[in-house]
């Protein structure tokens, strides 16, 4: 199994569990490959369960954990979502309002 299949699996799962191991993985470590393939996994987060768990990450998140759920709420065009954590002081304009 690669890794993008090992991510794209977790994020299908879409339990707190499974996401929360995909976002172990967001660090200053990780290759550039690794972000990407994350990047692409977690738009395959569509359980109710997952979308709560992305939102959580949202809001409570690291630093670069909320970035990569900006990013997953921008693609599902969820932006009222996204200015309220910009509101919040919890990313930046250019994370909140790039497309």
């Known amino acids: 199994m690669t890794p993008l299949q090992y991510y794209i699996g977790l994020a299908k799962e879409g339990t707190k569990a ?3 191991e995909i976002m172990r993985h967001l660090n200053r470590n ?3 490959a ?3 393939f994350i990047d692409f996994a ?3 987060v569509d359980s109710e369960e997952g979308v709560a768990v992305m ?3 949202l809001f409570y998140g690291t ?3 909320r970035n990569y759920s900006t990013l ?3 693609r599902r ?5 996204i200015r309220k954590a910009y509101d919040l002081g919890l990313i930046d304009a250019r994370q909140a309002f790039s497309r």
């Not at 065009?77 to 979502?81: A, F, I, K, P, R």
């Open 34 to 36: 690794e972000s990407k």
């Open 55 to 57: 939102e959580h990450y």
């Open 72 to 74: 997953y709420f921008g």
């Open 42 to 44: 977690l738009g395959h």
């Open 30 to 32: 990780m290759t550039i």
């Open 18 to 20: 499974s996401i929360a």
């Open 63 to 65: 630093q670069i954990q």
């Open 77 to 81: 065009g969820e932006y009222l979502l």
